[in-house]
């Protein structure tokens, strides 16, 4: 459709005349009659944050993301640009996105006095109407609202007058949504100037006061009160903020794959990797594991980005192996799994330990989460024969990084009694070494967790299975 370019035309075009608040409301109850959510890309709060988020976004309130690192606060953010139209009618040339049929800004007011009906008229995007603001300690008034603008003055202006001010980032997002992330971080004096953006819905620059009727939606996110030291939320500004949304980490280990699958970066191109469902349960067992954890920091919390940086490190390790033995498929196996701890220790903060602790603490992490889930698919099994073998034949099974799974299979001496019923057990079918290597693993490292089997370090990323 033709977009009118003056005033007369866009009355004609008979658009909604309606606040931003109104705008993403009307859009969400579309979106809710049609049984879609009000954003997309988040897993696991379904029946928890969205619920709320809703509730606020039906009030028209502004609201606050209340959640630990990696909890998905800024992903909802962006996910809320969604809900508003597509294009928007501004006052052709203004700073603050003015709308035409009801001027905000003095230039703007004075312009349509002039031009009346031919007011020149454009459409924005809704990228146009969206931003967001990381919230630093050197952010200034004037980044989020504006100063006086010296040239402007120079050429013959008062200060006391509007047009000499060079707005900042909330006013020239009128009419659309600010996120401001990690507001805590802000420095008190300058959350101070969003008070009245919230309420009053004027601004003050460099001592004079400009009634400045501002269209947003304001949404901040934070960390709980007592996970910071760097700052806090002011009382009077926390009171403005119409809701408060509590968001959470995943509550289940589906919840949890689900989100490493849709976020870790793609393999190489030209490879092909299998990983065995098995191998994603550790992954988020382990991570469920390091958020009881007395020994881990839970007021930082345990990230998913965690999740899917050991995920994408174990995937890493499988690619690796098939590149340099050319291998058909990259499958990862336990001794890619011991390879997560080392990279684990940077994203984690750990309460009070002696030094070199740390890879203890998330080794024993997972080794319970390996074991969690060898029983929870494997404890019906009956290995008496597997563990005889090792006994009666002094059977010892090396494997290490670069083994490939047929070499890995070898010690058996091709015949392993119960491989295809364990592979069935765990979801896996087929008689690609690879994967037949990496269920074997699995089945000798839960047996040693349970002490039916030993094992022992023999070299860096090597490890021999034998008998107790």
């Not at 509007?162 to 507001?183: A, D, F, K, Q, S």
């Amino acid at each position: 459709m033709e977009r009118p370019t003056t005033l007369a035309g866009l009355r004609e075009l008979g658009l909604p005349d309606r606040s931003v608040k109104a705008e993403l409301r009307d859009n969400l109850v579309a979106r809710l009659r049609d049984g879609r959510p009000p954003t997309t890309g988040v897993v696991g709060y379904d029946d928890t944050v969205l619920p709320e988020l809703e509730r606020a976004l039906l009030a028209g309130q502004d609201l606050i993301l209340l959640g630990e690192r990696g909890q998905a606060k800024t992903r909802i953010i962006r996910g809320l640009m969604a809900l508003l139209d597509e294009e928007a009618p501004a006052v052709d040339g203004c700073e603050i996105n003015c709308d035409p049929r009801h001027p905000t800004c003095v230039a703007c007011r004075r312009r349509a006095a002039e031009l009346g009906d031919e007011l020149p008229v454009v459409f924005i995007d809704r990228e146009r109407r969206f931003a967001e603001k990381l919230a630093t300690p050197d952010i200034s008034v004037a980044d989020l609202i504006g100063d006086v603008d010296p040239i402007k003055v120079a050429e013959g202006r008062t200060l006391g007058d509007e047009e000499t001010i060079h707005w900042g980032l909330v006013p020239r997002h009128n009419r659309g949504i600010v996120g401001i992330n990690e507001l805590p971080d802000l420095p008190e004096r300058i959350q101070v100037a969003l008070l009245n953006v919230l309420e009053e819905r004027d601004v003050q620059v460099r001592g004079y006061a400009l009634r400045l009727p501002l269209d947003v939606l304001l949404v901040a996110t934070a960390n709980p009160d007592d996970y910071t030291n760097r700052g806090r939320i002011i009382s009077p500004l926390k009171d403005r903020f119409g809701a408060q949304v509590r968001t959470h980490y995943p509550r289940t280990v589906d919840e949890e794959i689900a989100i490493v699958h849709a976020e870790a970066s793609e393999p190489p191109a030209g490879i092909e990797v299998h990983v065995p469902r098995a191998y994603d349960e550790v992954l988020a067992e382990l991570v469920a594991e390091l958020r009881a954890s007395p020994e881990v920091n839970q007021r930082s919390g345990v990230s998913v980005r965690f999740t899917i940086g050991a995920h994408e490190t174990l995937v890493a390790g499988a690619v690796r192996r098939a590149v340099r033995r050319n291998t058909d498929l990259a499958v990862p196996r336990v001794v890619d799994l011991r390879a997560v701890v080392p990279t684990a220790l940077g994203r984690i903060e750990f309460e009070m330990l002696e030094e070199g602790r740390e890879a203890e603490v998330v080794d024993r992490a997972l080794g319970h989460a390996l074991l969690r889930v060898w029983r929870r698919h494997l404890a019906g099994e009956d290995f008496s024969a597997l563990v005889d073998r090792f006994d009666a034949e002094q059977l010892a099974v090396d494997t290490d990084e670069l083994m490939t799974g047929a070499e890995v299979l070898e010690a058996f001496g091709g015949r392993i009694d119960g491989l295809a019923r364990w592979m069935d057990h765990l979801g896996e079918h087929g008689e690609d070494p690879e994967i037949a290597a990496s269920i074997v693993e699995l089945v000798l490292e839960g047996l040693h967790l349970g002490r039916r089997l030993n094992r022992d370090d023999v070299g860096l990323g090597a490890a021999r299975y034998g008998h107790v």
